[in-house]
């Protein structure tokens, strides 16, 4: 197998160092076009295209910086288990005594590196300077190359080559004795019109001095093979193949290919690589699934694969079968390409749940975690993104407040390298406990990062360094003593009328904000329905209709003399939660419906068209807003200067 693979210079590759684990058999690469995936492709099959050359007219090297002199790619094999085989393989045997003076310092490994190093004149210079040494590792390790934009998907007959690889040994009789094999059996198979018409063909090719180039062995097997099967055109079903669409003969190339290359290599004593880019290409849903089912199946042991992908759907699929892989994420970094090995050590968990919905967050270029239903709508607001265009340029993700499933899509804890920021109400950070009149910290760290006991006091003094603002470690410390306090409102209240309260609301959104999470006073309705905007929510529910039961509470709440208990009254009403992350001790259902009932978006559309269309300048609509919705205007500020 193959074990490490270091690229230097190489195209838009500056540095790229990639160790595999002896239990993994594929990699795959995901990010977006122009991120550098092809050219480690290409990096790779530049390597093995070369391995017995010293001159090649096309220059990998990296033309970005033009001091560049030279690129340089190493990949280190394993030999071990090939070595293994060699004792019942003669020619294996005879390869490994070339072999053994070349492994590395640890000889116990089997161990062989090779470095190619490409010059700007095109000279290429080897490591290993011994062809034989060079031309036998290309031998027991052949490189297959598929790229799906370039399919020949109506004849297969790159699959005659790959049979000839894999399958070639060497001849077990002599040339003379192997044509007069040859000669009994078409003889025996099509009588003597065989034998005239061979002794026909000789002599007509004698008398012109015609001669044909010799096959390999290897070639005469193949074609064995393509007779002994019928012929060496493929058909599908007794239909040829340009009977089905694109995508059923891409998928079924590619899974003969995937099936057909690691099985033959079983019998050939050789560890194949194959890279497939962008397998999906064509393919529906299903046939990804078919693919991947067969990629487990048959990529084990004895060969490895290489995949890039902007599919979702291929990493669910590999998520969903636990199969030992690796993830790397690939991005443009000041002009070159950077690797990011995805930390997959969440897959260990059986209980991890994966989906479509959190492979798609791979992809993303920024990422915001949101809890519900409701935020999606906010976020995804035509109204609200007519104000924030910038926003349209982030993926949001809804965990639906399940911890779990927040940690399955999470850059910071997948090391996608994605921006991200995570927006969660006060009861994900701190639970008020009502018995003791305190607040406690949650345990996740994910959404409550003072709880994160892992940060220490480097990491305090690094976000002071660079918010020279804000003291952290005095931040924290502040908010360890306010947690010590009791909190309680009056009697009959929702609320606290405490500053004490307020200043540790205040200290938990700063400092949750310098760990990319925001979070809400209260939940998110507590941010669309504010005492600034309170009385146009309440012309808004006016022009609603509710039963009687409702009707009579509503009517209760709307004549309250204290706006703070009719606002934390009205925020109950509609799906939220008060400061005591209580529902008010509302007797009756929410007034709007629920969560998923689009009653954010139908607020937001009579807000709009009443309160802002009619204003022209669009930076008078900004402050309107921000005036009516504070909280939420902070909110998507710091969402819009993520893309900024």
């Not at 995901?30 to 050359?53: E, P, Q, V």
């Not at 019942?88 to 005594?97: A, G, I, R």
């Not at 690589?273 to 990804?288: Q, T």
């Not at 005591?580 to 978006?601: F, P, V």
């Amino acid at each position: 197998m193959i074990t490490e693979v270091s690229i230097n210079n190489f195209k838009s590759i500056e540095n790229v160092d990639i160790s595999i684990d002896s239990d993994t058999n594929i990699m795959c690469f995901l990010g977006k076009n122009g991120a550098g995936k092809s050219n480690i492709f290409k990096a790779l099959r530049f390597f093995f295209d070369n391995l017995n050359k010293d001159f090649c007219d096309d220059i990998g090297i990296d033309r970005i910086n033009p001091y560049i002199q030279k690129c340089t790619i190493s990949i280190s094999f394993n030999v071990h288990l090939l070595k293994v085989k060699s004792e019942y393989n003669s020619k294996l045997e005879s390869d490994f005594k070339i072999l053994k003076n070349y492994f590395e310092p640890d000889k116990s490994n089997q161990l062989i590196k090779l470095t190619m190093t490409q010059n700007k004149d095109g000279t290429i210079m080897w490591n290993i300077r011994d062809r034989a040494v060079r031309g036998i590792i290309k031998n027991l390790f052949p490189f297959y190359y598929i790229d799906t934009r370039h399919l020949d998907l109506y004849s297969w007959s790159w699959l005659w080559k790959i049979i000839n690889d894999l399958s070639a040994t060497k001849s077990q009789v002599e040339p003379d004795k192997f044509n007069q094999v040859i000669d009994a059996a078409f003889s025996e198979v099509y009588g003597k019109k065989y034998t005239d018409s061979k002794n026909i063909l000789s002599k007509c090719f004698e008398d012109n001095l015609i001669t044909l180039d010799k096959y390999h062995f290897e070639n005469r097997l193949a074609n064995a093979f393509a007779m002994r099967f019928g012929g060496d055109h493929f058909l599908m079903n007794e239909r040829n193949l340009d009977f089905y669409s694109d995508g059923t003969n891409s998928v079924q190339y590619l899974k003969l290919l995937t099936s057909l290359i690691p099985q033959i290599s079983v019998t050939s004593c050789k560890f194949p690589i194959i890279i497939v880019d962008e397998p999906e290409i064509g393919l529906h849903n299903s046939f990804i699934r078919e693919y991947i089912d067969c990629v487990c199946n048959n990529i084990k042991s004895n060969a490895f694969l290489f995949i890039s992908t902007h599919s979702p759907k291929i990493i669910e699929e590999l998520a969903l079968r636990k199969t030992k892989y690796e993830l790397y994420k690939v991005e443009v970094f000041r002009l070159h390409s950077i690797l990011k090995k995805m930390n997959l050590s969440w897959l260990k968990n059986e209980n991890a749940r994966i989906s479509i919905k959190e492979t798609e967050c791979y992809f993303s270029d920024y990422l915001v975690y949101v809890e519900g239903e409701t935020e999606l709508q906010l976020f995804s607001n035509e109204r609200i993104l007519s104000l924030y265009p910038q926003i349209k340029k982030i993926h949001f993700y809804s965990f639906d407040s399940n911890d779990a499933r927040l940690r399955n899509a999470h850059s910071g804890s997948l090391n996608l390298g994605i921006d991200y920021k995570v927006i969660v109400d006060m009861d994900k950070i701190v639970t008020y406990i009502k018995n003791s009149s305190k607040f406690k910290l949650k345990s996740d760290s994910l959404v409550s990062p003072i709880k994160n006991n892992q940060k220490n006091q480097s990491d305090l003094f690094r976000y002071h360094n660079q918010h020279t603002q804000v003291d952290m470690i005095s931040l924290r410390k502040k908010i360890e003593s306010l947690l010590k306090l009791t909190y309680s409102p009056s009697s009959g209240l929702h609320y606290f009328c405490d500053n004490n309260y307020s200043s540790l609301v205040q200290s938990i959104k700063s400092y949750c904000e310098f760990y990319n999470v925001i979070v809400n006073k209260t939940t998110i309705e507590g941010e669309l329905i504010t005492s600034e905007n309170l009385d146009k929510f309440m012309l808004y529910l006016d022009a609603l209709t509710f039963n009687k039961e409702t009707q009579r509470q509503h009517h209760k709440i709307k004549n309250l003399p204290d706006c703070n208990e009719k606002i934390a009254r009205v925020i109950c009403e509609c799906n939220g939660r008060s400061e005591l992350q209580d529902n008010c001790g509302l007797k009756h259902k929410s007034i709007i419906g629920g969560k998923t009932s689009g009653w954010c978006s139908k607020w937001l559309d009579f807000y709009f068209l009443n309160y802002i269309d009619p204003i022209t300048d669009d930076k008078d609509k900004i402050k309107q807003f921000e005036k009516d919705f504070p909280s939420l205007n902070s909110t998507l500020q710091i969402l819009k200067n993520m893309v900024q």
